[in-house]
């Protein structure tokens, strides 16, 4: 029996773990870097270790300091949760060696799948269809292809490859990624299928010889070969998911596997079923199965652990549909880069429960009001899930959540993803792992850029309230007044990249909006003939500004703004939208002028590879060097044509964000 459980991982599964153990009377152990010394999975566990450093390669990657603090916290049983070292044969076997009880698959059939040809070449003995494959790259005989890590997932280490002149290159770029994620750069490479479905199907074993298969996922939606939508069951013909269920159990029978596992597929857009990979592990995306079948895969993880047979031995109907959605710190359109800081708000609307069964909205989170996104981790800050009778309810409410949840302080991809749900390709079930490729109109934000400035205008009346608020004298004259009305108040603010915009307002002695403008790019800006784009200014009037609320009647339809202030930056959540600003001071201090062509590190990091060299010309769109950050590898690419003027940070250099990496000068003569 599992008295003491630790969790050799961090955020969302941790605690996703520790609400099961709850629940069962297990006691807990959290281990923790010191990056995540305050993290809420620490706090919700009963007990934590500290694992001095803060990169994974010092923490969670460390198999001596996980069993040591096992041993010191006297825990009986380990659980690793996913990523890390969740499909680590060295470590399940160093788990066991040690007296303690490992909850998962033996190491003999994570090794088994975790290599992944040989994976390949057992099933492909059994009769399961397989993709051909190469591990040479001089044998590859036909484009496109993809190249993938042999040791992980999670799309790290993959690159899709469309002729022979860029594969090299690919390659050695996969083998870097993946050596830097899983401490194996080993890869492979297999051919790809243009418009192909990603499906897998969630089983189960036990160690009296029961395989089960629980059903099918569709996790087409991805963005760097990442899931970002999932869902439960997979939308597909009944001899399709007959097919998968079988094949899955086979695979896992072959290796005699005990605890959950997902066997993946490609399914072509001719209905040919591709075996891909297994995962010895639970899955990210394992909760829509949860709220499909009504199980605990993690109270049948402990109990399989344990050697009690499993309570289910046939694929259980579904009831209803789940779909679950990747809430990343990252900014879609800057090519998903991840995004890091404090967390000043982390607010979803109806969710039912957390970390468990929930007939609604289900939120699984690693993060709270006020966490620190770190940039030695993953960008996932949480996943969100929707169950419904039927799909459409379930993509209706999840999107409707997601629209009016308050997420400040770091960029997130939530507009991505309402805008996802709310396709017409989605509802149709038109999906494939190029979907975001093919439908960029996603990618836009969900405020539209006319609509910035009434969200600018309730940031300014917001701040207006909140200093007449705290005004020692005369608190009740509206903001700004003046007995013969002169100029009006001006607020400045910066959006997105720098953009700036300029609020124009003066308040009667009622507090009524007597008039209002704005100032800026967004307005003067020239508008070509036939844009879309409208540049009038709606008519506002001002019902209510309060500090946190301000409501006002725009064009005859009233709207209710929320305004959260953490210092100067601005956070606005309204009916149509969110914007994120940034206050300007009205004396700003002067600051350093950049070179001209200065390109800026986005967030902290490593220079993994420098490209050119000091003196060359580069054409607008070149690669110039590589930093990786958050287990991702990003490229830098230079704005315009140019000369390389500077190039401050060697290869292996550390920079901080805001760093200059490169310099190049558009007006350098080559000559």
């Known amino acids: 029996m599992i008295n003491k459980l630790l969790v050799a991982n961090r955020g969302e599964i941790a605690r996703r773990v520790f609400a099961t153990c709850r629940a069962l009377g297990v006691a ?74 490992w909850v998962g698959p033996s190491a003999k059939a994570i090794a088994a799948m975790g290599d992944k040809m040989a994976a390949k070449a057992m099933l492909a003995d059994a009769g399961v269809p397989m993709l051909p494959t190469w591990t040479d790259p001089a044998e590859v005989t036909a484009f496109p292809v993809l190249v993938k890590a042999a040791a992980g997932g999670g799309g790290r280490g993959m690159r899709i490859v469309r002729d022979a002149a860029g594969l090299a290159e690919a390659v050695a770029g996969a083998r870097r990624e993946a050596a830097a994620a899983f401490g194996d750069g080993t890869v492979f490479i297999e051919r790809y299928v243009e418009r192909g479905r990603h499906v897998e199907v969630q089983i189960f074993g036990d160690t009296h010889g029961t395989v089960v298969a629980l059903g099918v996922r569709d996790c087409s939606i991805q963005r760097r070969h990442q899931k970002i939508v999932e869902e439960a069951p997979g939308v597909l013909p009944d001899d ?21 596992g997902t066997v993946e597929f490609l399914l072509a857009p001719d209905g040919q079923v591709h075996f891909l990979e297994m995962n010895t592990r639970l899955q990210v995306e394992h909760p829509v199965t949860e709220l499909t079948t009504g199980l605990d895969l993690v109270r049948l993880q402990l109990l399989v652990a344990e050697g009690e047979p499993l309570p289910v031995t046939t694929t259980p109907p579904a009831d209803g549909h789940a779909i679950e959605v990747r809430l990343c710190a990252e ?100 999906l494939d792992t190029g979907f975001l490729d093919r439908h960029p109109e996603v990618f836009a934000p969900l405020l539209p ?29 509206p903001s700004g007044w003046r007995n013969v009305p002169s100029f009006p108040q001006v607020t400045r603010f910066t959006v997105g990249d720098g953009e700036e915009i300029e609020v124009h307002y003066r308040l009667d002695r009622t507090g009524a909006l007597a008039e209002w403008g704005r100032k800026g790019p967004l307005l003067t800006d020239p508008v070509e003939e036939g844009s879309s784009v409208n540049t009038e200014l709606p008519v506002v009037e001002l019902v209510t500004a309060t500090p946190g609320r301000v409501v006002l009647d725009v064009d005859g339809v009233r709207r209710a703004f929320r305004v959260h202030r953490a210092g100067s930056s601005v956070f606005v959540d309204g009916p149509d939208g969110a ?82 990496l490169a310099v190049v000068d558009p007006e350098e003569d080559p000559q």
Do not use: C
């Open 28 to 101: 807990t152990v959290a281990v923790h870097s010191d990056a995540d010394a305050d993290a809420p999975f620490v706090a919700d566990a009963d007990q934590a270790v500290r694992l001095p450093g803060n990169t994974p390669a010092e923490t969670y990657l460390r198999i001596d300091a996980i069993l040591d603090a096992a041993r010191r916290s006297g825990a009986d049983a380990v659980h690793p949760g996913y990523g890390f070292l969740a499909e680590n044969a060295e470590f399940a076997a160093a788990v066991t060696d040690a007296g303690l009880t």
């Open 240 to 260: 399709v998911r007959a097919e998968l269920h079988e094949a899955a159990v086979a695979a896992g029978r072959a290796v005699d596997y005990v605890g959950a």
């Open 331 to 430: 900014d879609p359109a800057q090519g998903f880069r991840p995004a890091t800081g404090t967390l000043h708000r982390f607010a979803i609307p109806g969710v039912a429960a957390e970390f468990g069964p929930a007939r609604g909205l289900r939120l699984d989170s690693g993060v709270v009001d006020g966490s620190t996104v770190s940039v030695h981790y993953d960008s996932m800050l949480a996943k969100l899930v929707a169950w419904a009778p039927t799909r459409t309810e379930a993509a209706r409410a999840l999107a409707g959540a997601l629209a009016h949840a308050e997420l400040h302080g770091v960029a997130t991809n939530r507009d991505l993803l309402v805008r996802v749900l709310r396709s017409a390709e989605f509802t149709a079930v038109d």
């Open 449 to 477: 850029a006319e609509q910035l400035p009434v969200a600018a205008l309730a940031a300014a009346l917001s701040g207006a309230a909140e200093r007449r608020a705290a005004a020692p004298v005369l608190a009740g004259l």
């Open 579 to 660: 914007a994120s600003l940034t206050e300007l001071p009205r004396l700003p201090l002067p600051t350093a002028e950049l070179a001209a062509g200065s390109l800026l590190a986005p967030l902290p990091g490593a220079v993994t590879r420098v490209h050119v060299e000091v003196g060359q010309r580069v054409a607008a769109g070149d690669l110039l060097l590589t930093l990786e950050a958050m287990k991702l590898e990003h490229p830098v690419l230079a704005p315009a044509d140019g000369v390389v003027t500077e190039l401050p940070v060697p290869a292996g250099g550390q920079v901080e964000t805001g760093a200059v």
